[in-house]
């Protein structure tokens, strides 16, 4: 299965937190393991704080440019070059932090630095851990993504099956194909099914329980309208037309069912 859209997985809003709690556990992690021979939790925050822009930016460089642009479309050649490139970059900006840090940090006392935190290769192979880890945790996060594609595909395919949708009404179970329902509406515990022949099903069903049998050309516009998005003959930011029946368009559904009418 291909990795699509690899570079979009980190940058939506609900995986902004994600971001956040990840740089969160690096800093913290790294000022624990450097403090440690810094002797001081301060300069050794100072220190990671001057060395985390470096990580930030390779790991994001890595992962949303080099990545998705050439290793994915199996650019082979370009990745390894701008890989080195990438490379050759990141420890030149290593070598001065560490110049900044032994400037400002020490003053320029040299013998007050430990060893790991002037080591160019041991910080390099800090650095390419996360770089990689950030890597690793893409490539699932795109595997499960994808198997929630597959397995809507899947749910979707199996409401298609049967095309028609089974309620309780007036003690009867009543089978209404998808094709005759032009909108449903909701009154409290009760909804009530409309259709092109002006006929009319009440059943004693929630519409968010109903939203979740219907197939995605079933559009939910309104805490109380499901719309068949084949039968919509009109539509604005604030309104929906099925023939001469207009319908409100609710505030907390219009982006959402805005896009799957001008997808539709």
Sequence with gaps: MKFKNHSRIYFNSSNALFHLIFWLLVTLVFTIVFGRSWKSWTQSFYFVSLLLPVVVGTSYFFNFFLVPRFLLKRKYFWFALYFLYTLVVSLYLEMLVLTFSFMYLVNFEIFRMPPNSRDTLLLAVVLYLVVFSGSFLLMVQQVLNNHRELEGMKEEKSKLENPFLELMSNRKLVRVFY??????????????????????????????????????????????????????????????????????????????????????
Excluded at 199 to 228: A, C
């Design 179 to 264: 094709d005759e329902i032009d909108y449903i509406e909701s009154w409290k515990d009760y909804i009530k099914l409309h259709s092109a022949d002006k006929r009319q099903i009440t059943s004693k069903e929630k519409i968010s329980v109903l939203e979740e049998k219907l197939p995605d050309f079933f559009i939910r516009i309104h805490r109380s309208f499901i719309v068949n998005r084949k039968k919509v003959t009109g539509f604005n930011n604030n309104e929906v037309e099925i023939g001469e029946i207009v319908l409100p368009i609710g505030r907390s559904y219009k982006q959402q069912g805005l896009l799957k009418l001008k997808t539709g």
